[in-house]
């Protein structure tokens, strides 16, 4: 990606607002804090609960999509502090290539348009122009244990249905904290906790294109396998 990064900022976020995928409404801290306490009654390993939840919103957040935006059309390389791994491969490259195809379709966005696929890459850094950030961290002290990731996935996942509960859509993230010392600035997160995933919060746009669509998922015959059922 290239080109002036406050010139293309100010382009894709202050100049788009119409193609955002969330209404331009609050979502109340009242709202927010029954949906974490919902989330909070998931599992953890031993109770140890090592997770922390950063709700951004405001100018902290407008200053968070603009530090990421600019950095990442500057070139400068992602920081994050959660492993990921290698890329994908075989089966799993395909699921996420399918996913993206049928986005991309919704969308109308053609496999030459650059200026689009962009666009639509750094949705992901400007936490898709939700009003509400919930920024994931665990304790540091805690990063060797593989049941701290699961612990957090789980409260995670458990978030975004209490949301949807209640009328509020998510999109879990990790693009929107890849430039780590931005979020970790604005959002005034502790050195002692680790920065691992963001879920975008709002009210889905009814009209927004990708909302609607259902990603492909595998069948039940495919994933699981039953040992001594009848």
């Keep these: 990606m290239s080109g002036n990064p406050e010139q293309r900022f100010d382009e894709v976020v202050l100049g788009r607002r119409s193609i955002r995928g969330y209404l331009d409404k609050p979502v109340p801290r009242e709202l927010i804090e029954e949906v974490l306490a919902l989330a909070m009654r998931s599992p953890s390993s031993m109770n140890t609960q090592p997770y922390h939840f950063h709700v951004i919103t405001g100018e902290p957040l407008d200053r968070i999509r603009k530090g990421n935006t600019e950095n990442i059309l500057a070139g400068i390389p992602d920081s994050r502090e959660f492993r990921r791994g290698e890329p994908f491969a075989g089966v799993h490259r395909e699921r996420q290539i399918g996913c993206a195809i049928q986005l991309f379709e919704a969308m109308g966005i053609e496999r030459d348009d650059k200026e689009k696929r962009q666009d639509w890459v750094l949705r992901g850094f400007r936490q898709f122009d939700a009003p509400v950030c919930v920024i994931v961290t665990y304790d540091k002290e805690l990063s060797e244990s593989d049941d701290t990731a699961f612990d957090c996935g789980a409260v995670t996942t458990a978030l975004v249905n209490a949301a949807w509960s209640r009328g509020l859509g998510c999109v879990i993230n990790s693009q929107g904290i890849m430039q780590s010392p931005v979020v970790r600035e604005h959002a005034s ?42």
């Design 189 to 230: 997160i502790p050195d002692d906790q680790v920065i691992m995933k963001a879920v975008a919060m709002g009210w889905p746009d009814p009209d927004f294109p990708a909302n609607p669509v259902k990603i492909t998922r595998r069948e039940v015959s495919e994933a699981a396998r039953f040992v001594g059922f009848d």
